[in-house]
T-cell receptor
């Protein structure tokens, strides 16, 4: 059974700082997704990572995938308050569809 | 493109009543739609996978007689919570996979969610 973990689960950081959120999964997969969720809202797609070594960047966020280590990272550069949200990674596995991580609740403080 | 809508966005009902939630893909056809449930401050849990023209596939532990899913067309899936109880109160989110992308990277597009409160 595919299990997806995220670390940390809660993150409080100051504006301007850098930090990385980690997503580990238990079964080989080459499809990993990152989503953002604001309170009371649904999910917004951030990144789709489809191969080992994939790296994608959008603004202050950069995601990478290492399928051999079964690890994806979401790196935040020079955080701003608008990035405060909960971030989920999700792994697709044929026959199990999407399995979501527990989420990382990020608070960016002024 | 790739917009998914849900209706209603919020519903409050009495215990014992049934509630229907609609999920529509507005600008694409979706052979597969997914229904998730999310409790406060928790992750999304897949409830069932809905395929157009066939029976839904339910995840382990999800009562198919309580959560009725109908995927009547390539743009509409409905979830009916029958005989709702307070423990069914949750945020229900649907997603849809565009048919033409299904073999590529299985991306899902999420609806805005429906908050169900059962009194």
């Amino acid at each position: 059974e595919l299990k997806v973990e995220q670390n940390p689960l809660f993150l409080s950081m100051q504006e301007g700082k850098n930090y990385t959120i980690y997503c580990n999964y238990s079964t080989t997969s080459d499809r990993l997704y990152w989503y953002r969720q604001d309170p009371g809202k649904s999910l917004e797609s951030l990144f789709v990572l489809l191969s080992n070594g994939a790296v994608k960047q959008e603004g202050r966020l950069m995601a990478s995938l290492d399928t051999k280590a079964r690890l994806s990272t979401l790196h935040i550069t020079a955080a701003v308050h608008d990035l405060s949200a909960t971030y989920f990674c999700a792994v697709y596995l044929y026959g199990q569809n999407f399995v979501f991580g527990p989420g990382t609740r990020l608070s960016v403080l002024p | 493109g790739a917009v998914v809508s849900q209706h209603p966005s919020r519903v409050i009902c009495k215990s014992g009543t049934s509630v229907k939630i609609e999920c529509r893909s507005l600008d694409f056809q979706a052979t597969t739609m997914f229904w998730y449930r999310q409790f406060p401050k928790q992750s999304l849990m897949l409830m069932a996978t809905s395929n157009e023209g066939s029976k839904a596939t339910y995840e382990q532990g999800v009562e198919k007689d309580k959560f009725l899913i109908n995927h009547a067309s390539l743009t509409l899936s409905t979830l009916t919570v029958t005989s709702a109880h307070p423990e069914d109160s949750s945020f229900y989110i649907c997603s849809a996979s565009p048919a033409r992308w299904r073999s590529s990277y299985n991306e899902q597009f999420f609806g805005p969610g429906t908050r169900l409160t059962v009194l």
